[in-house]
C-alpha cells in the first residue's frame, strides 16, 4: 500500500510539475544593446562633451585660481591675520586634493550626468518590455547577458525594438 500511495505521489508531482511548466514562458533581452539602438542615444554624446566644456572645465580654471590666491595669501604671513591664515591652511589641501585628482572628479561628474541622461531612456525600454511580455505572453524575462545558450525565438530585442520603433541595424557576416 506505501508503495502504491508513493507511486500516486510522484506521479502527481510530475503532472503537476508539467502542468507548471506549460505556464511558463520566458523571453531574453540585451537592456544595454537595446538602450544603444534607441536615438536618444546617439545625442548622448554630444550632451556630455557639451556639459563637460560649459559646466565641468571652468571649474577647474576657478579651482586653479582660488588655490592660487589662497597660497599667496598664507604665504604672506606679515599682512594676514592668524585665524584668516589658519583658515586658508584648513582650506588649501581640499583644493590640492581636488587639483591633483581633478581627472577622477571629472570622471564621476561626467558618469553621473550620463546616468542623468540615459535614466529616461532606460525606463522607456523596460517599459516597452513590460508591455512585450504581456502581448507575448512572456512570464519571466531575463538579461541575454545571464545565457550562454538561449534560443532565438525567445531573443525579444525586435519585438521591443518594434514597439519602440527603432530600427535593428542588419548583422554583418563575420569576415567582410
Request: aromatic share 8%.
Amino acid at each position: 500500500m506505501k508503495k502504491f500511495l508513493s507511486v500516486i505521489v510522484v506521479g502527481a508531482g510530475l503532472l503537476f510539475a508539467g502542468t507548471a511548466d506549460a505556464q511558463m514562458k520566458a523571453g531574453y533581452i540585451s537592456v544595454d544593446n537595446m538602450v544603444g539602438l534607441m536615438p536618444e542615444t546617439a545625442k548622448l554624446d554630444s550632451l556630455l562633451e557639451r556639459y563637460q566644456a560649459d559646466s565641468i572645465n571652468p571649474q577647474y580654471a576657478q579651482i586653479v585660481s582660488l588655490y592660487q590666491y589662497k597660497d599667496s595669501v598664507y604665504k604672506d604671513s606679515l599682512k594676514t591675520p592668524p585665524a584668516v591664515r589658519k583658515q586658508i591652511e584648513q582650506e588649501l589641501p581640499t583644493l590640492i586634493y581636488q587639483i591633483q585628482n581633478w581627472q577622477q572628479l571629472v570622471n564621476q561628474a561626467v558618469e553621473a550626468k550620463q546616468n542623468e541622461l540615459l535614466a529616461p531612456i532606460y525606463r522607456k525600454v523596460y517599459d516597452a518590455i513590460k508591455l512585450v511580455a504581456k502581448e507575448k505572453g512572456y512570464t519571466h524575462v531575463f538579461s541575454k547577458e545571464a545565457f550562454l545558450v538561449a534560443p532565438d525565438g525567445d531573443d525579444m530585442i525586435a519585438a521591443v525594438a518594434a514597439k519602440l520603433k527603432v530600427p535593428i541595424p542588419k548583422a554583418t557576416p563575420a569576415g567582410k
